[in-house]
C-alpha cells in the first residue's frame, strides 16, 4: 500500500517539495497566475517535510490576508517563502539580505530621491516623470514592480494612447474613471502622439534605473515607443529670410511699441545667439559681460530658478557685433542702472518655465504677421542659425558648442574639459549677417 505523503507536500523523486493550492476565492483578489505554489523543501525526511510545509502554509496564508491585493504576486511570495526557510536555518542565506522587492511606487520614490538628491534633473522633469508613474499606476495597477513584463507595458501602452486629454481638468469627466472611459467605446480627445511617446520615455528611464539596481533583469518597455513618420528636425522648420523680414518689421521693431521689453530682445537675442528660449528667459545680469574684450552671454544653471537642459548646455556665446549695434549694451546698462539681477526679472514661472508667457506671445505674434505654419514657431530660430552656418561651412563641432548640443564624440563630451574658444565661436559668427533683416529696427537708445 503506498504511503501518503504529508499534508501540503509532494514527494519529487527522493526530496520533498510544498505542494499547495491557495483557496479559490483569496487567488481570485491577487495578480497571481497559478493557484499553485510550489518549492522543495530539500528534505527525504516526511516529518521535517510536514512541519516546514505546515509553517510556510501559515505564513502564505496570513501574507494573503495582512498584504493589499495588488502587491500579492509570485515574486513577492517566493521571496516570502525563501526568507522563511533562511530564518528556519534551511536555507543559506544569500551573501546580500534577501528583502521583498519594491512595488512600482515605492521603487519610484526610491529612484525620485536619488536623481533629486543629485541634481540629475530639473523641477519640471521630476513633475512630469511623477505624473507618468501615476498615470503608469492607474493603468496597470501599483505591483511588484518584478512581475512587469513586455506584455504588461504593452498593455500600458494600448491604455495610454486611449487617455483621455485632461481627464483631471475637465468636468465632462467628473465621476467618470480613466478605465471606464478607455474600455468604452466613446469617442474623447486623447494625448498625442507625442505626449504618449514622452510618457513612455520617462518610464523607460525609470525602468533602465530599476536595471541598474537589479530591481527588474530588463528594460520591459524598451523599444515602445510610437513610430512616427517625422523625425524632430522634420517637425520644425527654420525661418526662411522673407520670414524673417515679415518678423522684424512690425512696429514692435520700428517703434518699439511692445508691452514688455522682452518682445523686442528675445526674438533677436534667439536671432543671433540660436539659444533656446528658456535659456534667454532665466538670464541672470552676472551671466552677461558686455566689458569684455567679446562680449558675451554664459547659459548656465548656478543662480536659482535657472536650469539647462543638459550638461552640454552649460556654455559661453559671444555677442553678435550686430546686435550690440542694435543697442543691446545700452539696454544692459538701462537694467544695471536699475539695479536689476535678472535680465527679465518680471517674468513669473509656470510649471517652473519662465519662458511660458513669451512662447504664448510668439506664438500669437507670428500668426499675426501672417506666419500660420506649425513647423514654425520659436524655436525655428535655433534651425535657422544651423542653416546659416552650415552655409558658410562652419565646423560641426562649432556649430554644437554654440547651440550646446553634444559633439557625438566620446573623447570630446567625456575627457575634453576646455571649451571652444570664445573667438573661434566669435569668428564663426561673423560670417553670417542679419543686417538686411534688420535694417528697420529701431536703435535702443
Known amino acids: 500500500m503506498a504511503t501518503l505523503n504529508p499534508k501540503y507536500t509532494n514527494l519529487r523523486g527522493k526530496l520533498y517539495w510544498l505542494h499547495y493550492k491557495l483557496p479559490t476565492d483569496l487567488f481570485r483578489t491577487t495578480n497571481l497566475t497559478s493557484q499553485l505554489i510550489r518549492t522543495s523543501l530539500n528534505t527525504t525526511d516526511p516529518n521535517k517535510a510536514a512541519s516546514l510545509a505546515q509553517i510556510l502554509v501559515y505564513k502564505v496564508q496570513d501574507y494573503c490576508k495582512t498584504t493589499s491585493t495588488a502587491n500579492i504576486t509570485k515574486q513577492s511570495i517566493t521571496l516570502l517563502i525563501t526568507n522563511i526557510l533562511v530564518n528556519l536555518g534551511e536555507r543559506q542565506p544569500r551573501l546580500n539580505p534577501i528583502t521583498a522587492t519594491p512595488n512600482i511606487s515605492e521603487a519610484f520614490e526610491q529612484y525620485n530621491a536619488e536623481m533629486t538628491k543629485a541634481n540629475m534633473w530639473r523641477e519640471k522633469s521630476k513633475i512630469d516623470s511623477a505624473a507618468a508613474v501615476m498615470n503608469l499606476i492607474e493603468l496597470i495597477n501599483d505591483r511588484c514592480i518584478s512581475d512587469l513584463s513586455p506584455s504588461v507595458c504593452r498593455e500600458y501602452k494600448s491604455k495610454l494612447v486611449r487617455y483621455p486629454l485632461h481627464h483631471k481638468k475637465l468636468s465632462r469627466y467628473k465621476g467618470k474613471s480613466v478605465i471606464n472611459l478607455i474600455d468604452s467605446k466613446d469617442n ?193 530660430f535655433r534651425h535657422t542659425m544651423v542653416d546659416k552656418l552650415r552655409k558658410v561651412r562652419a565646423q560641426d563641432y562649432e556649430i554644437k558648442e554654440l547651440l550646446g548640443h553634444s559633439s557625438g564624440s566620446v573623447t570630446h563630451d567625456i575627457y575634453g574639459s576646455v571649451e571652444t574658444p570664445l573667438n573661434s565661436i566669435l569668428t564663426m559668427l561673423r560670417e553670417i549677417s542679419f543686417r538686411d533683416i534688420v535694417v528697420n529696427v529701431k536703435v535702443w537708445k
Request: with cysteine.
Open 188 to 380: 474623447y480627445p486623447t494625448l498625442s502622439t507625442t505626449s504618449v511617446n514622452n510618457q513612455i520615455r520617462k518610464i523607460s528611464s525609470f525602468f533602465n534605473w530599476s536595471v541598474r539596481q537589479g530591481l527588474i533583469t530588463s528594460n520591459p518597455i524598451s523599444g515602445m515607443k510610437i513610430r512616427t513618420n517625422t523625425n524632430s528636425r522634420a517637425a520644425r522648420e527654420p525661418f526662411n529670410d522673407a520670414d524673417l523680414e515679415v518678423l522684424f518689421s512690425s512696429k514692435v521693431y520700428s517703434e518699439h511699441e511692445f508691452l514688455h521689453d522682452y518682445q523686442f530682445w528675445i526674438p533677436l537675442l534667439a536671432l543671433y545667439s540660436g539659444a533656446r528660449l528658456e535659456e534667454l528667459c532665466q538670464l541672470s545680469m552676472a551671466d552677461i559681460s558686455i566689458d569684455s574684450d567679446i562680449p558675451f552671454l554664459r547659459i548656465d544653471d548656478k543662480f536659482e530658478g535657472q536650469h539647462i537642459k543638459n550638461v552640454n548646455s552649460r556654455r559661453t556665446i559671444p555677442i553678435h557685433p550686430e546686435l550690440i549695434g542694435l543697442g543691446f549694451c545700452n539696454f544692459i546698462a538701462e537694467r544695471r542702472k536699475r539695479g536689476d539681477t535678472q535680465l527679465f526679472g518680471y517674468l513669473k514661472p509656470q510649471r517652473q518655465k519662465l519662458g511660458h508667457e513669451p512662447s504664448k506671445w510668439f506664438g500669437r505674434y507670428k500668426t499675426k504677421m501672417g506666419i500660420v505654419s506649425s513647423k514654425k514657431v520659436f524655436h525655428s
